[in-house]
Every structure is written in C-alpha cells, then in structure tokens.
C-alpha cells in the first residue's frame, strides 16, 4: 500500500527548499548578457553556406549536423540535455522574481530611517500591544491590536494591516527602556498596553501581523489550529480504528482496496479536520484512487493528485480549500484534475460519502474538446457525464439534466451563461490556463467568484510569481482572504519585498525583504505546485534544439540599411521615444527578417488608406518602396529574396526526403507570414493544414486530432503561436520550425512543448531560423541572458510594449552586423573557427 507522502517540497521545513533570487540587475545590455551564455553553447554546423546551424548541445566536439540518422540520435541526446538543463533552470519552482514590480514610493514604509539606521539589531525590540487614545478614563476601552517597534529613544506603532499609526522619540527614555510585558505606557497621545514580546524574527517574516489579526493561517503547526485540539471531542472516530471499518459501518468500505499493490490512498483527515467536518460522527473510510488510473499515473501525477485532494479537503491550510497548479507544460496537470473529480464524485473521507456531486471546468475556448478528449482517453464515456458546452450543447442542457456531473466551458461562455450556471451549486470549480484570473478587477474573476464554490483550483503553466500584484489577485481567488486585506499584503509583503530590491535599499531593507518573501512564500507554498519539465524528460524521445542563422538576401540587406538610416531611427537613438516609434521600427525590421515583401505590403496598405501611426512611421517607410524593383508585386514574391525562407525550404526537403512519414509543425507569429508560409507550402507541393486566431473554435479539435491521426497527409502544421498555442497537443509532427522569435522566451518554449510532449514518439527536432546580423540575433542573445540571469521564466502576456529599452540597448538592436557570419558566435568564445562545411 502506499500512503504517499504529500509532494516533497511542502513536507518538512518548507524553507529549505525555496530558491530565493537576490535582485538581479535589470535589463542587461545584450551583449554583455551574451557573455553569460553557458560556454556549454557551441556553434556545430554550417549549412547551405552562407548559412549557419548552431547546436545547443553539450559536446562541443560533436560536429555534423545533416538531419539525425539512428546512429545519430545518440548524439543528439547530448544536445537535448543541455537545452533540458537549460530549460529547467529557467523556471525555478516557488522563487519570487520580481524585478518587473515596481508599484510603490519606497519612502513610505521606512520606520524613520533617519534616526534607527545607526542602532545595531539588537537594541531593536518588539511588543505585541492594544492602544487606545490617551484618556483619565479608569475602564479603557481599547481600540486596537497593534505592533510596536522600541529602537532606542524611537518607537514606531504600527496597526494590524501593516500602517504607521504612530511614531516619534520618546520623552522618557527611561520608560522605553524598561518596558515589558503588563506595562502600560503614554507615547505619542496614545496609551498603550504591552501584551507580548515579539521576536525579531516574528516581525521580520511578518506573522506577528498575522497570528495578532486571529487568522487561522496555516493548519496544524499555526497557534490557532491548535486552539481547536484544544476542545476534546467525541464525535470524532479514531482514524485507523478497526471498528470504524468493519463492525456497524459494513456500507462504509473503501471503494477501492487501500491494501493492494501499488494503490495510490490519499492522507487520512487529522482530528481537526474531523472536528471540523465530520460533525455527525461518521467512520473514516480511505480514499483511494482509482486503480485504472493509477497504473498510467507518472509519480509526479500522484504527488499532484494527492497535492490537490489535500488542498481542496482543506487539510493543508485550516478551512481553506483552493490550490494552484502551476506544472509545467505538458505535465499532464489535464489527468491530475480528471483524476480529482472523479475521486471526488465518488469518494470521501467520512464514511465514504463523495465529496463533491457537480465539477465546474472553465477553460479557453480552444481547450475545450481537449478536456472532453482526456477525459474521454482516461475514463472512457461510461464513468462519468461529462457536458462540454459547444454551439450545439447549450448550458440549459446541463441545468436540467441531473445526468451529468461536470460542466466544461469556456470563459467567455461562462460569462454570457453566468445566471444559469449560478442555478447549479457546483461543488469544485477548476480553471485552466488560470493565470488570466490574475487581475482581479476583470469580469471573469467576479463571475466566478460569485459562484460561490469553495474548492477553487487554477491551472497553469505559467509561474506564478513574477509579479506581486497578480500573485495576490491568484492566490486571493483560490484562497480569499489568506493574505489579509490588499492594503495589508501591500504593506507587509509587497512593498519591504519591492524595496529590498532596489539598488539603494539599505541592508536592515534586504534583510526584512528578503525575510517577508520567504514568509510569504512558506504561506502560498502550501497550496502552490510547481514540478518542471525534468521530471517527465525521462519519459519523452530526445529532443535536439538546432539554432540556424541565416544570411539576409541582397534586398534585405538594402532595406534593413535604409530603415536604419531612416528618421524615425535616428529620433528613437536621441531618446525620443514618446510615440515609442521604436516599437514601430522594431516591428519593420522583424517583417522585413520574415520577407521583405511583409514591408511592401504595409507601406502599400499605409499608403493606400493613409493611415500612417503618426509621423514617425510616414518618416520611417520614406523612400523604402524605391528599394525594391519597379514592377514589385508582393504576391508574386520569391524566396530568394529572404534568407530564411531559402533555409526553409531546403530544411523542409530534407525532411520530407530522408523522414518521408515524419511531420512538421511550422510556427509564425504573424498571420501575414503565415500566409506566404502557407503559399510555398503550395508552390512546391507540400500538403499542410493551418490554425491560428481566425480559426473557429469549434473547429480547432478536429484539425489537431486530424493532424496528429497517422492516417493524415498532411506534411506541415501551420501554426499562429499566439493565437492558437496554449495547450494543444500536436504530437503528430516531430520537427518544429521556429520561424521567427518572440521577446519572451515562453512563447516559444510554449510552442515546443506542443511537440515535445507526452505521446510524442519520435525524436523532436527544433529548429530556430534566425537572420543573421540583424534584430532577430539580439532578440536572441537577450533571450538567453535572460534566462541565464534570473532563472525565470517571464510570463506569456509579456510584450516588448512592456520592455523598457535603454537608448544604449536601442542602439544594439538598430545595427546591422554585416561583416559577420554569426554574431551570437562570435561574442561565444567559441573555439571552433564556425567555417567546418557540414553541408553535404
Ligand atoms: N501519465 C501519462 N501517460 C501518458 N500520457 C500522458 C500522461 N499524462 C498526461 N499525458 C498526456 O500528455 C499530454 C499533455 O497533457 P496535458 O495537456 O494535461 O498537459 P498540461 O500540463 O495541461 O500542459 P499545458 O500547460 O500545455 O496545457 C496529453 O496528451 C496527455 O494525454
Ligand atoms: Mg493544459
């Protein structure tokens, strides 16, 4: 039998296993950011000269490329390595990355910097007190609890949200000195009563504001917890008793048998628990997972199960019942919350009764047959109804019927159906791709706090913590109220941890910070699971990470010199970046890296409606359409006239050569090139299929089960990363072309983990097309030292809007390196001179 421990990292003392990143400098140039890249990085091949193929691998020795032979594959494993160690590091589990929040006047908080900085720690006390104004009254009637600081002739009284509600020095010095619990004492007009000693590190990790505010925070170990094992009760039955089992309660059996090998039980309620909700005395039964579903569960899966069943039962954190799941992608979080659900419909701790009668399942829309497909693969369509709302199943369907006990739906449905879905008492509520719930003023987040169900669990593949303020929108839904009011997490949490990791903080600034983060996070950490990627590569084919620079045809270069010469160039090197005019050069300089005819076409569209995006972008194009010759017609563009759509294409004859039955996932960012991707696919005979924003939902399923279907023909998926990305399985095609790069990393690790996923069979081949010389390098290089700089993973709705550019980083990116062959090498130290000809 195995009664699994609770996952590792909330076991034991939850500190040791925080990884907590010291403020990291922001924004590095990306050159010297590129001097941070592992030196593992080597540049391997050089393909079609001009252009060149960079490996991520960890032998460096090994160097020939040519698409993988099975003698190959062996290799090739040593470059999967190294991107998964690269991968891994670059999403640490429960870190606190925080260097995009800034939100507040660090000024604020300080305790009278002026006069305590030059007293040392020890000196510095804490009390625990209640205030009341000064009065002769003889009965005081006391107004508040609150925290008051004693640093020598200063002293700072702080209320229960975190608030200065008095400070100064004390006009006796004596009385502070000698102060002690049961003393009363006058300071700054209020009369105040010592009710404890508080200890620095009470203070310093901020749970002296909470345990005053009477909060039942954290189960069995907080003091309030143990208040309820104080009351002795006798209803409760003795968890392994053998009564309880057998004699009088014959009905209350465990579903399943806890003894058998291999079973998966979930922890047994502790007396508290029972207190709590097992009032009418009924036996405890184990609950055990299904043993269909165990045999296909990987050991992460059960943790997670028995993760989620401890969250939701309330057991982790006293009468709190949501958890965030926030594995990686690809991890299968999907079967984690199949398995819960029909645990939970089935099954219960106290006297066997099912916990939960009706689940609620919000997802993006695209997902949405995904979630009936796995349950479907997991549980077959006998166990449990399932409703998934599509065009022809209406949530009334589901209203009426008492057939079916899970709702799956998407967000904006949940919205327009709100007022009949209220009508269900829904007793688990699960939302995928739940990092959207982040902002807590929007529609959704109401909707569905309005529903009032308590077991409230979010998905995600996306780290949580990179941003306080959507941290707290996040754990405020699934757990409401752990973390105090906002005013109060501002203050205790939020701005020490912000001001800590400013340059300037001072070091008693650091220490508080560093020490509210880290109580912050013991706290969220009992119901936050984060698992990465490396704990299911042992179960996926290799996968072999293929960087390929490409050199810029003659009309590129043209352009990409004209556009830099341009008026709109030369205003964003002076700073004047108002209008962000940059952000408009950037974006032509990537379409023109894509194919110059992108750039024709937007001039001619511009031109046409005159609608120029203010001056700067009329001033941007001047010129540019003489560059091109006279008769230019973007429909009939050639692929000579991009560097990368040459490599693309003789890539994709390889492939189609040497791995005739191997499929290919193609990945733009942009419609528009997707289009001209779509029409070589046309041009030389590929079969392909597309999805992106304009697909239908409703018809989004059937692409991908038809694609990933072994009868397909279809060669290529073509796919819109942002649009369609988030969490479909595309495991039919085995090569995965990066056509363009993103500013944020998680877009394209996003669309990897497509590829690369449970159910993938073959070897995963990526590639990364990257012009050589030009902003799709740079974009490159700060992608890795970003990476390699603070080890997280930023988050998915990123934008280079939300990137602030020095004019210095400005004018990195505003140059063309023509007299390389491959920038990112050179600033490698490579010793490989990076002119092996592997081609043929
Ligand atoms: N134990 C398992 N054995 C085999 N396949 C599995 C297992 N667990 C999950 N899978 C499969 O792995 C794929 C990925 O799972 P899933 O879609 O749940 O990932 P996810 O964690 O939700 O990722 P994302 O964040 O991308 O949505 C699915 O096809 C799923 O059926
Ligand atoms: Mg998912």
Redesign the pocket.
Known sequence: MRRSAAPSQLQGNPLKKLKFIPPARSNPSPDEGITKMSPDVKLIEVVGSPNTFLQLKSNPRICSLNLPTEGSAREINHGCNYSEKHCSEASVTATLDLRHTVHSDPKEITVSKGQEEEEPDSLVKYFSVVWCKASKKKHKKWEGDAVLIVKGKSFTLKDLEGKDIGRGMAYKLKELEKIEEGHRVMIGGKEVEVMGIISPDDFNSGRCFQLGRGSPAISSSSQAAKKCFSNPFKSVCKPSSKENRLGGFQDCKPRHDPHAPNSLVMSRPDNNHQWMFNKKGFPVVDVVIDPHLVY???PH?KEGIMFLYECVMGMRVNGRCGAILA?E???????QCISLIWTLQCQGPYGGKPVVKKTLIVTPGSLVNNWRK?FQ?WLGSERIKIFPVDQDHKVEEFTRSPFYSVLIISYEMLLRSLDQIKNVKFGLLICDEGHRLKNSAIKTTAALISLSCEKRVI?T?TPVQNDLQEFFALIDFVNPGILGSLSFYRRVYEEPIIISRQPSASEEEKKLGEKRAVELTCLTGLFILRRTQEVINKYLPPKIENVVFCRPGALQIELYRKLLNSQAVRFCLQGLLGNSPHLICIGALKKLCNHPCLLFKSIKERECSSTWDGKEEKSLYEGLVDVFPADYNPLMFTEEESGKLQVLLKLLAVIHELRPTEKVVLVSNYTQTLDILQEVCKRHGYTYTRLDGQTPVSQRQQIVDSFNSKYSSDFIFLLSSKAGG??L?LIGGSHLILYDIDWNPATDIQAM?RVW???QKNPVHVYRLLTTGTIEEKIYQRQISKQDLSGAVVDLTKTSEHIPFSVEELKNLFTLHESSHCVTHDLLDCECTGDQDGTE
């Open positions: 296909h569960l990987r899966q594995d992608m690809g991890l299968g979080k999907t079967l796995e693969k998905l593949g988030v969490g399985n983990s996923r449970d159910g």
